[in-house]
């Protein structure tokens, strides 16, 4: 079993995203469990989050704060010296950009598009985008080959590589994500800046814009709410200032933008809404449904692997593609009796807390990452 002290924990390439929530609730965990013998390596925006959070971080063996940004990291040779000087290195998300390998390398994937290259964002692209997604995802995937350990976080993602690559040789093991346990500690929450003085019903969701979250088709969902079925249903989104200027008339007119929240942001986040939107059309996982069933709020997400094996039957189910199914998946809920609101909020409610457990979770990648 390797000692903690010649371990790594590589977090400095992750810069947004659910990525970003995996590492901040790891490391949060460590210091919760006064695991402090290892060494750390992080983002600037996760030591930023984890000093939101008053997390102790130099108490721990070793903690750096460096940027890696894909396939850049190569030429950091900063970087790549540290890499190679611990004994084992887990990689909370890769891949791991190194000219050579550490003498162990864990690292979690996260990549739908190497598990699902040929999805419907991707067949929406022309020609040349078509052939620079496709090489930069094998370029990743061989970076991934590299390593002694694969964490995945669903199921389906362990079966898709299989399928795919059929790499019977490539170690995988599935640990399941959760929400981070900031959510159930009401005095770790920070406030918003937003007074939400709408009147009606209002959904939202926690995302960056990438084409595969499938945001461009809430204007025309919430079209239909209101002109077929007069309802009056408002949405919130977190995009950066330059996500929110890209979006056109249509969806600045129909939707909201608080601009980009923390981690310990996100469960007020949640109180402002009546319900969760979660058209994605890919990912391997992603907290955000989950995170909703904590908070006590309906979920109306696609009808994907990726949600069901998380989530079962305590989600609103839709077609993501299908603007009519989607607002007709949140008229039926927010029609339906009183009785069976509260108690579908309540069963979900039920569900998450025993299927998301952060210390469990942290607990895992510690026996993973010694043993390794």
Known sequence: ??????????????????????AVSFIYELNRMNEYGFNVLVSSVIHKELVNLGVCTNCFNSFVVLD???IKALFNSKLQKMLLSYRTVFTVFGPLYSWKKPD???VGFAQPWIVYPHNEVYDNFGYFKKLKITMKYFLQWLFYQNSDQLIVEL?????????????????????NNCVSS????????????YKNCKSGLTLGIVSRD??????????????????????????????TEQEWLSKDDEFRKYIDNIGPITVAQCPLFYSLLDGVIFPSVLECF????????????????????????????FVNYFNPISSE?????????????????SRFVESAYDYALKYSDPSKRANKYIDIVKDV
């Open 1 to 22: 079993m390797t000692p903690i002290n010649s371990i790594l924990i590589n977090a400095s390439n992750l810069h947004s995203g659910g990525g970003v929530q995996v």
């Open 68 to 70: 890696a940004r894909g």
């Open 104 to 106: 162990k390398s864990i």
């Open 155 to 175: 199921d389906h993602v362990m079966d898709g590589l299989y399928k795919r690559f059929s790499v019977q040789d490539l170690k995988m093991l599935v640990v």
């Open 182 to 193: 900031i959510f159930l500690n009401k005095n770790k929450w920070s406030n918003l800046n």
């Open 210 to 239: 990438y084409p595969h979250k499938n945001l461009n088709i809430l204007p025309s969902v919430l079209r239909i709410l209101k002109e077929k079925y007069r309802l009056e249903v408002g949405c919130l989104v977190t995009l």
């Open 286 to 313: 992603s907290a955000t449904p989950i995170e909703a069933m904590i908070m006590r709020k309906p979920v109306f997400a696609s009808d994907r692997l990726f949600v069901r094996q998380a989530c079962g039957d």
């Open 325 to 341: 199914s989607i607002a007709n998946s949140v008229y039926s809920y927010f029609t339906a009796h009183n009785a069976h609101q």
